[in-house]
């Protein structure tokens, strides 16, 4: 029961939090750069304003352009129930590992760039193209620093390696872990459509990558793809924090131990939340030409992450 | 210090070494593979201290405080002063473009891995598990000397493979007696004082650093 309700509550946080994260970060990076910006509360309001809006598809769309938006959001409504956010040996960790959420994202990605393609805009096609062109690199390095990860920890289990790692606390500092987790970051700012890869707060043609695929969608499509993205950052920004930096997680399901794991993840989703917003704010965008080799360096730290935890015994 | 704690430490300090070697061939001007190379060193001072404290060894203190004089203050500055005199900014066209360059680095640290296995399986310090990266530092240094047009580069590629050398000393024996080690550092310093008067001696003839068009001297 407690169980049952654990994995309902998580669910509920992602769904309810990762809008209010985009908005934070929006509003951090519009304080480091001199504005006074819009609240952090704003991303509600447009979901609530685009679910009251009538949906408008094009004649040429397919089924494929009805059925992404829920694709999407589905995949992720899953993945936030697989993700150790709160407490670390789920009663869902039995569904899938970090391979299954990995893939359950790319799915997601894969649905959006063939949405992209299917009112045959031009813009669409170049999104979904350029999409294309960023997962192909970045999957190869997110699945090596998975296997450094798992490697390490044993397992590719979620909850087992939070458990390990929470056991062995002195591992967090080997080459291994911290080169997975760089590989990691970089790969997160590719999928999520960060700076250095895609600019999240512009509508320019030519540097555009994921708001290129989504610019067909209106009303409550769009709305769910927005509240889907947010969440796709949600659940990055967690595994990252929990995988790789799991302390307060709770290993037991009393209320103390819960309270304490919740308290102290919305404590590394703000500290994650400030550090991207400064990286946004000093990074410029990288150059379409120069994101294969921020991605290959990312494929490079996470083949010596392997070979650190596979070799060196 | 506790064993477990110096061999994290350790294998630490060698792979941030390894990555800034490897940082070199991901970044295109000239300031900021000199600023990667005295970073390098200052990791490689950390490493040499974790070894230092664990050993008890008061030479190594002084090869550190003299690495770190020498590698991270010294050269890098004379590095920085021969850049801004023959004006030379970023690395143009190397002859393997950047990402293929860091997939090699991966490649030559797995080779690394597969060539240091019979010294690895020799030593019973616990400080073998890290030759191999010691001894991909030395490959990524011949790399960065190989595939960059650049003197300026070349030199640094050099510095970097010297670095390597030094640091597989420092692990696979604890450090060489002090007496050879003062030779080495004698010698990096004299190499790389030659090499500076040749950079301004290419700059003089050719009016480029660009060693490809040292061609020339064959007509």
């Known amino acids: 029961m407690g169980k049952s309700l654990l994995e309902a509550f998580q669910c509920f946080l992602a769904l309810a939090i990762s809008p209010g994260l985009v908005g934070f970060i929006r509003w951090v990076k519009a304080r480091l750069q001199g504005r006074s910006g819009p609240s952090p509360l704003q991303p509600y309001r447009d979901l609530r304003k685009l679910f009251g809006k009538e949906v408008i598809v094009s004649t040429n769309a397919s089924w494929i352009f009805r059925v992404t938006p829920y694709i999407l959001f589905g995949s992720l409504t899953v993945i936030s129930l697989m993700v150790p956010l709160i407490a670390a040996p789920l009663p869902f960790d039995s569904l899938g590992d970090l391979v299954v959420v990995v893939y359950l994202l790319l799915l997601g990605t894969f649905f ?12 669409g096609g170049m999104g979904a193209s350029r999409e294309m062109t960023v997962a192909a690199l970045a999957e190869p390095a997110i699945m090596l620093a998975i296997f450094g990860l798992g490697v390490g920890a044993g397992s590719t289990n979620l909850g087992q390696i939070v458990v390990r790692t929470l056991s062995d606390p002195g591992r967090t500092l080997s080459p ?16 999520t459509g960060r700076l250095p890869v895609d600019n999240p707060a512009t509508h320019l043609e030519l540097t555009m990558i994921h708001e290129a695929m989504i610019l067909e969608y209106s009303g409550r499509y769009l709305a769910l793809i927005e ?48 550090s991207l917003a400064v990286l946004e704010t000093r990074l410029p965008k ?15 730290f996470a083949l010596l992450a392997v070979t650190s935890s596979f070799l060196v015994r | 210090m506790s064993l477990d704690l110096f061999m994290r430490l350790n294998t630490l300090a060698c792979s941030l070494v390894l990555l800034m070697g490897i ?14 190379f005295a970073r390098q060193s200052m990791f490689f001072v950390m490493g040499i201290l974790t070894v230092a404290v664990y050993t008890r060894a008061w030479e190594l203190y002084l090869v550190a405080f003299m690495v770190f004089a020498l590698k991270v203050v010294f050269i890098p500055r004379l590095l920085h002063r021969a850049r801004k005199q023959v004006g030379a900014d970023i690395e143009i066209r190397p002859f393997v473009n950047t990402p293929a360059s860091v997939l090699l680095a ?7 891995y597969a060539v240091a296995q019979p010294i690895v399986a020799l030593s019973d310090l616990p400080t073998r598990g890290s030759i191999p990266l010691a001894f991909a530092v030395i490959f990524v240094g011949l790399f960065i000397t190989a595939s960059r047009r650049s003197a300026l580069t070349q030199i640094v590629g050099f510095l970097v493979m010297e670095n390597g050398i030094a640091l597989l000393a420092v692990l696979a024996t604890y450090g060489v007696p002090l007496i050879v080690e003062l030779g080495v550092f004698l010698d990096v310093l004299l190499g790389f004082l030659v090499m500076q008067v040749f950079l301004y001696r290419i700059r003089g003839t050719f009016g480029t650093i660009d060693v490809d068009g040292m061609r020339k001297l064959r007509h």
Do not use: C, Q
């Open chain 1, 112 to 123: 959006l760039s063939l949405a992209g393609l299917d009112p045959g805009t031009a813009f």
């Open chain 1, 286 to 300: 990288l150059r379409l030409f120069r994101v294969p080799e921020l991605l290959s360096v990312s494929f490079l």
């Open chain 1, 227 to 274: 509240w889907a993205s947010a969440m796709k950052l949600f659940v990055f920004f967690s595994l990252l924090a929990n995988l790789f930096f799991p302390w307060g997680v709770a290993l037991t399901l009393t209320p103390g131990a819960v309270a304490l794991a919740f308290g102290v993840l919305l404590l590394k989703l703000a500290v994650f939340a400030v």
């Open chain 2, 23 to 36: 940082a070199i061939l991901w970044r295109n001007s000239l300031p900021a593979y000199i600023d990667s």
């Open chain 1, 176 to 191: 291994g872990h911290l080169l997975a987790f760089a590989s990691m970051f970089i790969v997160m700012l590719a999928e």
């Open chain 2, 106 to 112: 991966g490649i030559l640290t797995l080779l690394a």
